[in-house]
């Protein structure tokens, strides 16, 4: 992001798992360029250690939310208000041979890498779809694009959130909304 870029001042950005990692950079460098952020996670203590970071930096809140459960995403997002940028970066990679691969890790992958996705996004996008504004970047990764041995679950949930963004990104293109997935590699958090 160009420091010169002065549209995002007054621009309202949640960042899912804001609280670590990727979600806690992207969060930096948005609000470096004037953007006002609400960090979201599951983990209240990691979230307010981010907060406190990056109070300097400008606007910055954080709100508890668990992106698998249906009630907590629209009371977080309620409670966020307006928001013009939505970073879906929450998610969670788990190993196990394919064999080794039960219904719970399954099913956990799907809810935080997809689930979430489809939830989060489902929270914001009448209010832009009705400013007729927006932006969503979903953060996706290289294992949803080619896949990998040992994360299938996860792979499979990362194919998934490609495909959802390119068909969201379709239907909302001609309403002032953008919708773009990010695939980075892999990245120690």
């Known amino acids: 992001m160009n420091s010169n870029h002065s549209s995002l001042a007054e621009q309202h950005a949640v960042v899912t798992g804001g609280g670590s990692g990727i979600g806690a950079a992207i969060a ?26 990056c109070h300097t930096l400008g606007d910055v809140a954080s709100i508890t939310v668990d992106v698998t459960q ?15 940028i939505l970073i879906n970066n929450a998610g969670q990679a788990q190993a196990a041979p394919f064999t080794h691969t039960d219904m719970t890790l399954w099913q956990r992958m799907l809810d935080v890498n997809l689930t979430g996705v489809f939830l989060g996004t489902r929270a914001v996008l009448p209010g832009m779809l009705e400013r007729k504004n927006g932006r969503i970047v979903n953060v996706a990764s290289t294992a949803g694009q080619i896949g990998y041995a040992y994360v299938a ?15 969201l990104a379709l239907e909302v293109a001609t309403k002032g ?12 958090t």
Not at 153 to 167: E, P, W
Not at 177 to 188: K, R
């Open 28 to 53: 930096e460098a948005l609000l470096r360029v004037g953007a006002r952020v609400t960090l979201m996670g599951r983990n209240a203590e990691r979230l307010e250690m981010q907060r406190e970071k």
């Open 70 to 84: 249906e009630e907590s995403v629209a009371k977080a997002f309620s409670k966020a208000g307006a928001v013009d």
């Open 153 to 167: 679950a996860y792979c499979a949930a990362k194919h998934g959130v490609i495909g959802l963004t390119r068909s």
């Open 177 to 188: 909304i953008t919708v773009n997935a990010v695939c980075p590699g892999y990245t120690e």
